[in-house]
């Protein structure tokens, strides 16, 4: 196999496992053709339909706009048409004006949803307009025809005039009007529809959605015994009083027919949040109906608050697992420490440093802090997240991971000459090094690598700052520069933190692949690399010349300084 050989002294070419490299660069040269046609690939114009097939596109600005103000009248009606059931009369105009322009906005979404593509269980959507009309007819249809029925007029159309009949028409309206509910369900189709295009804390939004959705349990409360307040519902219609409300007591002690819907409304929430809360009493009960619906409110409120502080103390726990990960690790370091013996005063010298067992235990904990702050404890669940995804989705997020720190880097900025053949060797190149580069913590003062130590990889500073023969390398630098060099064994110097710091690495053979490699070679990155080689060896060749100068005389602490 190859190695760089033009303006490059000391270089060998090898043939180490010659077939195993081709088959390497045959593998990667086919799935990263496809990541180098991404620069390339148009993305579809946000049109509202597809001509070639009347269908509705999804993505389009229109639908993101038509999805936005679904969800605004949606949340008004989990929360309007129980109050107007529960409270409100008949006739008000507004409200009439209001269902009329929910009934017309969720007809035309009928309409819609027979020409918008939905996903199939492979993630592709599916255009056909045929398919579409079953899947909706199969799935949706009818929950979505029984919201928007007109089921007052349908009733008042049927129902007879005697007084009882007209009675028993509203009790049956107020029920109906409470099928325009089923609209709440379209809301499950809206999220999975953005579920992919958003970033969510499902964590949160669990939190969020268990809150919202105990609010709303009790309103729906709240409004179902407004019901009962409702004038068909009494017992004697001369009575003057509704029945279970008359126990309410205190501030409201006697909930007239004549009283305000706020009033009526603050009467009922009060009694559904404590059924909720679960510390509330019984309210005195006329009625097989208003007992069994007590029974029924108590039994669907434990099941609710059950699941609410079941709920609640499972996110927490999410929410802050990483700390308790964190914690669990501190607290076996520090039985490991205690255990072994590490804390006590024994010193041990390195380097010709003495550290107590209290420093190495400080240097520990500091490192894993560092670490934990620089969310480097994560990487275990990331690179398995990563793990299980394509070859082709592990490369674009390693680019997306790593490019810019990559671009900072001088040996791999882009070339000077922008045409789209350097552009794409360049990603390309970019790619293949962020799918092999490897993360190192160290803690500050600590050494890298020691002057003995085997060239096996190029190390790039990402956080923090290293001292590295004289110069402190920070952001974007890299050292470690005879990795190149295929003729020298070792380092020939000293390299330390100066701070806590986070390392990539690039494995020796990994960057020989890719200089070797004719899909990512460019003239200009190779120019650069035979530079930093040569100045490589200038400074090990000077280094030489000071070891050799103080084998006659130079004092022992001058010539560890020019190696650091």
């Known amino acids: 196999m190859s190695r760089i050989s033009q303006g490059v002294p000391s270089i060998k070419s090898t043939s180490t496992d010659e077939r195993s490299a081709v088959l390497l660069r045959a593998h990667w040269s086919s799935h990263l053709k496809k990541l180098s046609r991404l620069s390339s690939i148009k993305m579809p114009s946000a049109k509202t339909f597809d001509k070639g097939s009347w269908t509705l596109n999804p993505t389009s600005d229109f639908m993101t706009l038509w999805d936005v103000l679904s969800c605004a009248l949606l949340i008004s009606v989990a929360l309007i048409t129980p109050y107007e059931v529960g409270f409100l009369s008949f006739g008000i105009n507004w409200l009439r004006i209001f269902n009329a322009f929910l009934t017309a906005f969720f007809t035309i979404d009928i309409i819609f949803q027979f020409h918008l593509p939905f996903l199939d269980t492979s993630g592709v959507y599916v255009k056909d307009l045929k398919d579409i009309r079953v899947h909706y007819l199969h799935t949706w249809f009818g929950i979505d025809l029984l919201s928007v029925l007109p089921?007052?007029?349908?009733?008042?159309?049927?129902?007879?005039?005697?007084?009882?009949?007209?009675?028993?028409?509203?009790?049956?309206?107020?029920?109906?009007?409470?099928?325009?509910?089923?609209?709440?369900?379209?809301?499950?189709?809206?999220?999975?529809?953005?579920?992919a295009r958003l970033s969510i804390n499902y964590t949160i939004f669990e939190l969020v959605m268990l809150v919202m959705g105990l609010m709303l349990f009790a309103h729906w409360m709240a409004c179902?015994?407004?019901?009962?307040?409702?004038?068909?519902?009494?017992?004697?219609?001369?009575?003057?009083?509704?029945?279970?409300?008359?126990?309410?007591?205190?501030?409201?002690?006697?909930v007239h027919r004549d009283s305000s819907a706020v009033d009526k409304y603050a009467a009922a929430l009060y009694w559904s949040m404590s059924m909720v809360m679960g510390f509330g009493s019984a309210p005195l009960l006329f009625g097989a109906d208003e007992v069994f619906l007590y029974i029924l409110g108590m039994v669907l409120c434990g099941v609710m608050n059950a699941y609410l502080i079941g709920g609640v103390v499972s996110m927490l726990e999410r929410i802050k697992e990483h700390t308790s990960e964190f914690h669990r690790t501190m607290d076996t370091l520090n039985s490991f420490l205690v255990d072994r013996r590490v804390m006590d005063d024994k010193c041990v010298v390195i380097d010709d440093k003495a550290f107590s067992g209290q420093d190495i235990c400080e240097k520990l904990r500091s490192y894993y802090i560092f670490k934990f702050k620089q969310g480097?404890?994560?990487?275990?669940?990331?690179?398995?997240?990563?793990?299980?995804?394509?070859?082709?989705?592990?490369?674009?997020?390693?680019?997306?991971?790593?490019?810019?720190?990559?671009?900072?880097?001088?040996?791999?900025?882009?070339?000077?000459?922008?045409?789209?053949?350097?552009?794409?060797?360049?990603?390309?190149?970019?790619?293949?090094?962020?799918?092999?580069?490897?993360?190192?913590?160290?803690?500050?003062?600590?050494v890298v690598f020691y002057e003995y130590d085997t060239c096996d990889c190029l190390y790039i500073v990402e956080k923090g700052s290293v001292f590295v023969k004289g110069r402190v390398c920070r952001y974007g630098d890299y050292f470690g520069e005879r990795v190149f060099d295929t003729a020298t064994s070792g380092r020939g110097h000293r390299v330390i933190t100066l701070t806590d710091s986070v390392l990539l690495t690039i494995n020796q053979q990994v960057l020989h692949e890719a200089m070797d490699s004719a899909q990512y070679r460019l003239p200009e990155l190779k120019?650069?690399?035979?530079?930093?080689v040569m100045q490589a060896v200038r400074v090990c060749s000077r280094a030489a010349r000071y070891t050799v100068h103080n084998q006659v005389g130079r004092p022992p602490h001058m010539t560890r300084a020019l190696f650091c």
């Not at 005697?162 to 325009?180: A, D, E, N, P, Y």
Request: glycine share 4%; aromatic share 10%; net charge positive.
């Open 151 to 195: 089921s007052e007029q349908i009733i008042r159309l049927f129902n007879t005039t005697t007084s009882l009949q007209h009675l028993r028409g509203l009790r049956l309206i107020r029920v109906f009007r409470l099928m325009k509910l089923l609209r709440v369900l379209r809301g499950m189709r809206l999220f999975n529809r953005w579920e």
């Open 224 to 254: 179902i015994f407004g019901v009962l307040m409702a004038s068909e519902l009494i017992i004697d219609v001369d009575d003057d009083i509704d029945r279970w409300a008359t126990a309410f007591g205190g501030w409201l002690p006697n």
């Open 376 to 446: 480097k404890m994560a990487e275990n669940w990331q690179e398995d997240i990563l793990r299980t995804c394509s070859q082709f989705m592990q490369s674009a997020v390693a680019y997306k991971m790593h490019a810019r720190t990559l671009g900072a880097v001088p040996l791999f900025r882009p070339p000077r000459e922008q045409n789209s053949e350097n552009l794409n060797k360049y990603q390309r190149f970019i790619t293949y090094i962020s799918m092999h580069l490897e993360t190192q913590v160290f803690s500050g003062h600590e």
């Open 527 to 532: 120019a650069r690399i035979a530079s930093a």
